[in-house]
């Protein structure tokens, strides 16, 4: 393990600049021909990089939010750090959630934009950050993802939670920036491995990926130690729905992961899962740093589309961005019929049965939910009856 801490040490040495978000305010302003303030988070970040959703403080969306933090009740997972909680005021529940993490040097805070743009669309959204926000790995970070899915969980469990009972227990999403949306990866192959089948999606912003397996990856050595890193279609089989988001020049910021940035994950992903590669044209490693303009528009709408079954989202997601030099997609859209469970373009017994399983398991399937409110009961099996027999 501490030979892969080394490696991963030597390799993000290379990385030479400093992100905005690293920078105190006075520093932000000082490099103001790169950074600017963001007084809504109170961070500094990128110019024109994430404008908090509009700058009113509610993130874009129709709704507010409300935080819940670990001094007010919320677990403090043992594989991350300073865990927040970013909740909708009013949304319809239950919640589907998703968890951010952040890249090197960077904590919880980091990701807080993206928080409260996803909770102000009516998402539970939870920032968590690596316990050693130098040192943790890839992995580690990736462990860190599936813990906070475990406080979400909690907090529906919890009496004194404001989001008590208001949680979907099957639906959550993973992302993070940088070495966080490499982890978002790792995350799924963890979850894949153990048999977790509650993850819907992934959005990776600037992935970074390190792998090391000296059974698929070429020997080399430094200072008589040697170590095995690549990327090849093995290190990311999985079957989590990817979003990716990438600069077009970014490879000459971290020339030493060429070969493992978003492009090269998407490059190896398995065509059997849906994947999108959105390059931005011109731009670094800070292009989806924060949300702004097309970069959160595609990224609402790929959660719409994977979590929420929303076919029309879908559809959007094919129109070539403006910011991009490249977008490469596998996607198809489903046409499936509300109360088509099974899709076999057939509403019938098989149907109903696969309803009632769900609701017996407490599980979520958007065909199965005829009345759309976000869950599948015996109100959905009525109608999926009564669809039957007329």
Known sequence: MKKIFFIAILIISNFIYAECYELSQADCLYWSSFCEWNDDIGQCQEIGGGDNGGGDGTGDGPYQYATITESQGLRNGPDYRDGVVYYPIGAEAPYKSIVFTPGFGGNSSSMSSWAIFFASHGFIAMTVGPNDEINDSHYQRGQGLLD?????????????????????????????????????????????????DYIDSIISFNPTVLFEDCDLCPADTYEGEVYCICLVPELVDHSVPSLIFAGEVEVNELSAYAGMLGQDIYDNMPESTDKIMFEGANDGHGFAAYPYGEVQEYALNWMKYQVLGDTQACESLFDFPSLASEYLTNLTCSSAMLGDINEDALINVQDAILTVNLVLTASYNSLADINQDNTVNVQDVVQLINMILN
């Open 148 to 196: 906070g899915i475990l406080t979400i969980i909690e907090e529906n469990t919890r009496p004194n939670s404001p989001v008590f009972g208001l949680v979907d227990e099957n639906s959550f999403s993973l992302s993070g920036y940088s070495m966080g949306g490499g982890a978002s990866h790792d995350a799924a192959l963890i979850a894949q491995e153990n048999g977790i």
